[in-house]
């Protein structure tokens, strides 16, 4: 077996040295997603609750480019620049799983690229 990349310009093109995701066999590790609008490569304006709708749109862009869903998603992991916006958070991101959720942590960290409010990963299965 072999590590394929996965790129799509619906989603931000990476800003370092890595893959937007990369598969494995049948699983699929995708990279830490900021509010990053893919057209303009800036972040994107707003508060919280826009910079999670941007960071979920750009992580569901890839792994449709990876032949993957939502329903996939294994782990999630939450990177938030302030943990009292973990309710806003939590309340978008919980409506990409309505059901079966996945395996998940939520950690407030003291800075993210581009000063980002939140950032999100995540691995899934083909």
């Known amino acids: 077996m072999s590590k394929k990349a996965v790129t799509t310009s619906r989603a931000p093109a990476a800003i370092g040295p890595y893959q937007q995701a990369v598969i494995y066999d049948n699983l699929i590790f995708c990279s830490g997603q900021i509010a990053l609008d893919p057209a ?3 972040l994107v304006e707003g508060d919280i609750t826009a910079q999670t709708e ?6 569901g862009e ?14 999630c992991t939450i990177y938030l620049a302030d943990m009292a916006d ?5 309340r978008i991101y919980g409506s990409y799983f309505p059901e079966n959720p996945p395996a998940r942590e939520a950690v ?7 000063e980002a409010l939140v950032e999100i990963s995540c691995m899934a299965h083909r």
């Open 40 to 42: 303009s490569g800036e």
């Open 54 to 59: 941007q960071a979920m749109k750009n992580l």
């Open 62 to 75: 890839i792994l449709n480019e990876a032949g993957s869903h939502w329903d996939n998603v294994l782990k």
């Open 86 to 90: 973990f309710a806003k958070v939590n």
């Open 108 to 114: 407030a960290v003291k800075t993210l690229p581009k």
